[in-house]
């Protein structure tokens, strides 16, 4: 007689859906934790050797992979591989003196490097009977002395002219804010700004972009040097013409995007993201909005790029294009305009002829 218990299979069938992965689409090993998902249901549903053959992974995997996730209550991170470090690590045997020595040496001489440094500190060894340490050594102490606090990465100078010393200012790193999952309900919430390159016969211009996540309302600007003052001023021109308020921004970690940009947002209370290190897929939104740009637009009117004005007239006139008359398959084949006006402030009952409505 067959049994089934349909309190554990129906327990399995939640544990293992897919539609959990929704919630860790910025998880960094978002595509490690997906694949052995995939795998475990492909498992359940066709069996071992049709796993066997479509993937090469063995039932005792499976069942271990099973087992994290059952042994963490039912949250699929558990997929996630650990760390391979090693637990006990090999001891760092150099001497006290020596970090003492880099730290006072490199207050004296900022940003050193370890090749600078190693003539002196030989000679400083030396003198005191202590065991010389290779380059290669020297600069591994300089890391950690920079992840300790020790040692700065640059150093600023004061001088003061009325008592005549000199005094370090040393940096402070600044947190950054991550999304984390966050993700927008209206038109406003959030809008991913990012910044590209154009050469082109010896010219060299940025354009910095900004579409908003849920509307995917758009606007660019072209500009002849990429800083914060120029990503100040694109902000200042997206809220002129966007249509609705804007709460989030959400950018990489970029120079251009600190400082005046940065003070501009923290003025108007908006909440600045920032994507993690070496990950654009969280931009993504923004990312596929430049390549639109850049084919649909940017390489069909290079001849006036030397011209920054006549270039982001031109650009308007696409903008407007983009805005009002290209439809988008994400927004139901509406144009984004078309979207926020429909879906976002319910005006779907309205005459289809009043939305393109100008004042004149």
Not at 171 to 185: A, D, L, Q, T
């Amino acid at each position: 007689m067959q049994q089934i218990y349909t309190h554990s299979y129906f327990k399995k069938y939640e544990l293992y859906n897919l539609s959990k992965l929704n919630a860790l689409i910025n998880h960094p090993r978002y595509e490690e934790i997906s694949r052995r998902l995939k795998i475990i249901n492909f498992y359940d549903k066709y069996g071992l050797s049709a796993t066997k053959e479509a993937y090469g992974i063995s039932r005792s995997t499976i069942y271990l992979w099973k087992k994290k996730v059952r042994e963490s209550g039912g949250d699929i991170k558990a997929l996630a591989s650990m760390s391979r470090a090693p637990k006990k690590k090999r001891e760092k045997k150099w001497n006290k003196e020596i970090e003492g020595f880099i730290i006072e040496y490199r207050e004296k001489h900022p940003r050193a490097s370890k090749g600078v440094i190693k003539p002196e500190l030989d000679e400083y060894c030396r003198s005191r009977g202590m065991k010389v340490i290779s380059e290669s050594t020297i600069g591994r102490i300089i890391k950690e002395l920079k992840e300790r606090g020790l040692l700065a990465d640059s150093v600023k100078v004061r001088f003061n002219g009325r008592t005549g010393r000199i005094s370090i200012l040393r940096n402070k790193e600044k947190k950054k804010e991550r999304r984390k999952g966050y993700k927008p309900m209206r038109a406003g919430d959030l809008v991913q700004i990012d910044s590209m390159v154009i050469f082109e016969e010896g010219i060299k211009r940025y354009i910095i972009s900004g579409i908003d996540v849920k509307s995917r309302f758009g606007f660019c600007m072209m500009y002849d040097r990429l800083n914060s003052k120029n990503a100040k001023d694109f902000m200042s021109r997206l809220e002129e013409v966007a249509p609705f308020k804007i709460e989030r921004i959400q950018t990489d970690n970029g120079s251009e995007f600190e400082r005046y940009f940065d003070e501009y947002l923290r003025d108007r209370n908006k909440v600045h993201y920032y994507n993690y290190p070496r990950h654009p897929q969280s931009n993504g939104c923004v990312e596929r909005f430049n390549r639109t740009i850049k084919e649909q637009f940017v390489y069909n009117n290079l001849d006036v790029i030397g011209d920054i004005e006549s270039f982001n007239r031109r650009m308007m006139e696409y903008l407007i294009w983009y805005n009002t008359k290209k439809v988008h398959r994400s927004l139901n084949n509406k144009p984004p305009l078309k979207y926020y006006l429909d879906e976002v402030i319910n005006n779907s009952k309205k005459s289809n002829m009043l939305w393109t409505l100008t004042k004149s």
